[in-house]
Structures are given as structure tokens and as C-alpha cells.
């Protein structure tokens, strides 16, 4: 009869893809090699606590022809493999019932999913193109500056995510992390996601994923609406009832799920407007920052390392500063290794940057946003009104500043770090891989001190863990303002927006989630909401 064990910490000294796990875990048990019939690996992280010599820590589940006797030192015998979770099965509603999801990002996709699959007539609205569209029109905002402020890095088929470095890395604790990690891997994915401490997809990747998600959705039934955008939500007997479209078209729902992301900024307006009730949140602004990817690759894996096998190196750094308005957190936000720094703004005479990578990280550079914490107080002693919408307007001033500040249309002012921490108006650039352009500027003079004097201390602070990070070979543009959503869209607890019966807001844009995962994890629960509604025949 089989056996079953687990090890928590295998350690290896190259990719596991490299190497033939059950003979090296029969060597170093002593066992031979046909005693183990099937190994799986769970969890895969790296220790480079030893650099040059740097390690990757497997969690193993191992199945044996039999009980073995004695069990090898580090094994623990389990039952069975561990049991993989699932979305919730329902079955089809006794009666139609019609859901509107706004919003083709993570959110707003898996919510989707889980109601097409569960019978559910599904109508997905979108602002934006359809990814392939999509992807020209940035092509021609990187090449041309020519903006199209509804298909751009923001708006369009994906979300915002779909234009990052595609991390899948989640702190939240959900069984359905796990069913979001499984369904990418069925449309296309590399399995190698569902045991990386910290995976990751890429831009290129992603595209081809929704691809095949789009086709899941319209296979069941799912109307997609690209290039359609909501301008308000229609209301009936104190209960959303569908939306209305820009052109005039109306749409009747039973429910409306409110993916809307964290850019949609005059749809936000628009719900404040109309009595959904918004609250100002914290969020954070700055500047993302370039080096040399080999000047990352040395500091985190050492000098022999200058093309690791462990592919492009990453950092996270955090650092604390008290200013004027309390005890504030500067912290590096979505780091790209072997990326490209992208121009990401969705407003005509606006200009903000984010940051991307393919799924191999083979460029030559590395960015990072580097990012101060801002709380709602704060903007109200910068002079801001107090206003849930207080954060959108310090976000449009600082975008309108960075464009106003380079005389080409969506050039990205910019400055060496090092001449930013003298206070030192740059004359170059360090070589850099951002287009269309960038400018050398004074970022002294667009950044307010409340942003600027914390951020220069987290840098310097920064240097001295990473060398080299404030040398004249890094580059550091403005701005930095899209980080997350400046507000949150308050929910009860059946995941119904406060006051507004059958509206499930949702996402990044709602104030719930903070990347792809979470995103698709908040999406998911606004589904079976609904369908738990259903199930009470709660929906008229």
C-alpha cells in the first residue's frame, strides 16, 4: 500500500526544473529509487542569505511504494496529498437572472467566471479594448505620445495588471488563492505559479491568458461589451437596477458588479454624486526608480552571479520616516527586474509612470516604484478640501505638473537619484530604456516636501542596503501616482455597497484589494454573494 510524507525545507542548489527530484531524495535518504513513486512540489523559495552560494527551499510531498521503516530524518508521514480547493458548484437559477460585471480587470473577470459557470446570464462591460488593440495603442503611446485616454496602460481588457510584471505573490490567506493560481494555469499559465514563493507572469504571458478567458466567458454565455463605458447606475424601489451607458442605452440587471479600477476617476465622481457612499483612504505617491539589472543581480546573489541561473534578481525595501504629519512608510511598489518603466496616464495634459516586465525579465534594466505613504489628513493640512475625492485631486496636481514640466507631450521628467539627493538640477540622464522620452529635471520642483524630503531619506537609507541604488547609473522619473485606489467604496457585509441593494463593488478600485490575485479573490466573493442571494431568492 502507498505511502505518504511531506518535507518542509529540501534545499537545492539550482532550479528544481534542473535536476531529478525523486533519485537526489532517494540518495539522500538512502532509499532506493524505486521505493518512490511520485513526488510534488508545493512551495519553491529562494535563501541567498549565503551569496554567492544561494539556494532554492523546496516543500515536498513524496508518495513511497509502502510505509517506510524508519521513516528518513525530516519526513513527516501525511495521509494523502493535500487536497486541492474549488471554486463553489451551483446550480443553474431557477429563473433568469441577468448580472452586469463593469469592469474587465481581475476583479470583475473571475466574478464573471464564477457566475457564467454557475448558470448566470452575464453581461461584462468594458471601457477599454480588447487586449490585442489595446497593446497598439500603448505601442503608440510609448513611440508616438499619443495618448487614447479609454486604451491605454489603465483602461482595456485585463486592468491595469495586465501592464506590470504580472506578480501572482498574495499576503492574503484564502483557499481560493489557490483556485485563482489553478484556473490561470488552465488558460495558459506555466504550472510553475502554483509553487513559486513568489510568481510571477508577465505582460506577454498575461495577454495570452486573457485571451483564452475571454473564449471560457463567451463559451458560456457571457455577452462582452468592449469599448462600452458606464456613466451612471440606474436605480429602482431603493435597488440598483442596471446601468446606463455614455451613448444613452440603458441595461437592466438583477445585480451590478462594480469593477471599475483604480484610474476610473470621473465614474467615481460620478457614484459620489449619485449617493454611493465613498471614504478618503490611504495611498501612496512617488517616483519609480531604474538601475543596471546586474547591479541588482550582484547585491542580491553576489558578483558570480552576473547571469544567474536563478533568473533576474528583485528587492523589497520599506523604510520609516516621522515628518510634519506623523510617522510615514516609504516603501518600493510593484519592482519589475528586466523590465521597461512605462508611461501610464489616462488624462489628456496628465503624465504618470508604472512599471512592466515580460515573462523572461531579460532586459537590462530593473525598476521599482519607490513610494510614499499619504493619509487622507495629510492632503487636508496640504490645503485639499476634505472630501472622499480629496486623493484624486492631489493625484491630477501632481500628474499635471510632470506633464507641464517637458515640453514633449508625454516625455517623463526625471533626474539621476544621486543629483535628486543633492538638490542638484540634472543636466544628463543615465542610459535608460523608457519611451517615449524622458527629460532631465528638478524633481525638487514638482514633488511636494511632504513627498520629496521623506522619499530622499528612504533613498539614502535605501543605498546603504542595496550598493550602488543611489549612484549616478540611476535614473529615478516622475510620477509614481497610481499605486492604488485614493478611495474605498464602503460594503456591507454581504459584500452589497452601504445603501445600494444588488451593487457589489469590487477590487482595486474599490478599496479591497492591493494586485491581481486579491483582486480576482475579492471578485470571486461578490459572485458568491450573489449566488447565496440566489439561493434565498433574495434577487427580484
Known sequence: ????????????????????????????????????????????????????????????????????????????????????????????????????????????????????????????????????????????????????????????????????????????????????????????????????????????KLMDILIQLREHLQQRGTEILFENKMKRLLRHQERVAGVELEDGRELLADAVVLGIGHSARETLAELHRQGVKLEAKPFAVGVRVEHPQVLINENQFGKAERFPIWGAAEYRLTHNVKNAFGERGIYSFCMCPGGFIVPSPTEPGHMAVNGMSNANRSTAFANSGIVVQIEPSDLVQMGYAESPLCGIAFQRDLEKACFEATPTPYHAPASRISDFLAKKTPQTLAPTHFRPGAVAHDLWQILPNAVAEPLAEALRAFGRKIHGFTSEEANMFAIESRTSSPIRLTREESGEAIGWPGLYPVGEGAGYAGGIVSAAVDGLKAAEHILAQLDKSALT
Not at 118 to 124: A, F, H, Q
Open 1 to 204: 500500500m502507498p505511502a505518504y510524507y511531506a518535507i518542509d525545507a529540501f534545499r537545492i542548489d539550482q532550479p528544481y526544473t534542473r535536476i531529478q527530484l525523486p533519485e537526489l531524495l532517494a540518495q539522500r535518504a538512502g532509499l532506493a529509487t524505486g521505493q518512490i513513486l511520485q513526488v510534488r512540489v508545493r512551495k519553491a523559495s529562494l535563501d541567498a542569505r549565503k551569496k554567492p552560494r544561494i539556494f532554492q527551499i523546496l516543500r515536498l510531498e513524496i508518495e513511497t511504494i509502502k510505509p517506510l521503516n524508519p521513516v528518513p530524518e525530516g519526513w513527516q508521514q501525511i495521509p494523502t496529498w493535500t487536497t486541492e480547493p474549488e471554486l463553489p458548484k451551483r446550480q443553474s437559477p431557477s429563473a433568469p437572472i441577468h448580472v452586469i460585471v463593469v469592469g474587465s480587470g481581475p476583479a470583475g473577470l473571475f466574478a464573471a467566471v464564477l457566475l457564467a459557470e454557475s448558470g448566470v446570464r452575464v453581461t461584462l462591460l468594458e471601457r477599454g479594448k480588447a487586449v490585442e488593440p489595446r497593446m497598439r495603442d500603448i505601442g503608440q503611446l510609448r513611440s508616438k505620445g499619443i495618448l487614447l485616454p479609454e486604451s491605454n496602460v489603465c483602461f482595456g481588457e485585463g486592468g491595469a495588471g495586465t501592464y506590470t510584471d504580472g506578480k501572482l505573490y498574495t499576503r492574503i490567506k484564502h483557499p481560493w488563492v489557490r483556485c485563482v493560481m489553478q484556473r490561470l494555469v488552465e488558460w495558459g499559465a506555466p504550472d510553475d505559479i502554483l509553487v513559486e514563493a513568489h510568481p510571477h507572469l508577465g505582460t506577454d
